[in-house]
């Protein structure tokens, strides 16, 4: 079974663009979260996605946004880019049927914002 | 609030040797899920161990195993006959209700040919 598949790997974007990365869960996955690595904040979630609505929220900006379609494919977008936007972002899925499924993430997308 | 604490930065251990990364949290919930992740270079997270909030039993994963003192809010791994490939940044985090995760800051873990 392919496991979770995030693109690009790498993304260079200067402040005040915006930019939108791709998630593909496992299949038969329906939950899709999302997290922001980062060396000074560490490890923070972001959003949740089930069956396409979004289920659960972290404390970010409105700049912060994402979507997931009738594949369970998810993306999610950063408005007017900062440079403290720079970071990993990860994605991670579970079957979602039960809050307590173990989450399997993804190698991340590395963003750098100049 | 909910909080991870991972007191040891960096650990270092030699091959072959047993090593015990630490971790404390605090959470008013009664249920929860308890995780150990490792990011390898790679940046891939990938649970190394589980354990129920509800269950005594200590989780057991092959070289792996946690010492979970629920009373104490305390949850540490234990990483017996270490490897070269278990070198990588170890991540506690705890889940509650919601199908969200909660981080500790890391400890990087060393392993010593």
């Known amino acids: 079974k392919a496991g979770v598949t995030q693109t690009p790997r790498y993304l260079i974007k200067t402040r005040g663009q915006q930019v939108t990365l791709s998630c593909s869960p496992i299949?038969?996955?329906?939950?899709v979260s999302w997290y922001q690595q980062t060396p000074g904040q560490g490890l923070q979630f972001l959003f949740e996605?089930?069956?396409?609505?979004?289920?659960n929220k972290g404390n970010f900006p409105g700049r912060f946004s994402g979507r997931q379609f009738s594949n369970s494919r998810s993306e999610m977008n950063v408005s007017t880019l900062e440079l403290g936007d720079s970071a990993l972002y990860l994605c991670a899925s579970s079957p979602g049927i039960s809050y307590n499924s173990p989450l399997h993430f993804g190698n991340g997308t590395r963003l750098t914002v100049t | 609030a909910q909080t991870v604490t991972q007191s040891q930065p960096e650990m270092s251990v030699q091959e072959a040797e047993t090593v015990t990364l630490s971790c404390t949290y605090d959470t008013s919930e009664s249920d929860y899920y308890l995780f150990w992740y490792k990011q390898p270079p790679s940046r891939q997270m990938i649970l190394v161990i589980r354990?129920?909030?509800?269950?005594?039993q200590n989780a057991t994963e092959n070289r792996f195993s946690v010492n979970f003192q629920k009373a104490a809010k305390s949850f540490s791994l234990k990483i017996s006959d270490s490897q070269l490939g278990d070198a990588a940044m170890y991540f506690c985090?705890?889940?509650?209700?919601?199908?969200?995760?909660?981080f500790g800051t890391g400890t990087r873990l060393t392993v010593i040919p």
């Open positions: 354990q129920e909030a509800y269950k005594q």
């Open positions: 996605y089930f069956s396409e609505t979004q289920r």
């Open positions: 299949s038969g996955h329906r939950s």
């Open positions: 985090a705890f889940q509650t209700g919601a199908n969200n995760l909660f």
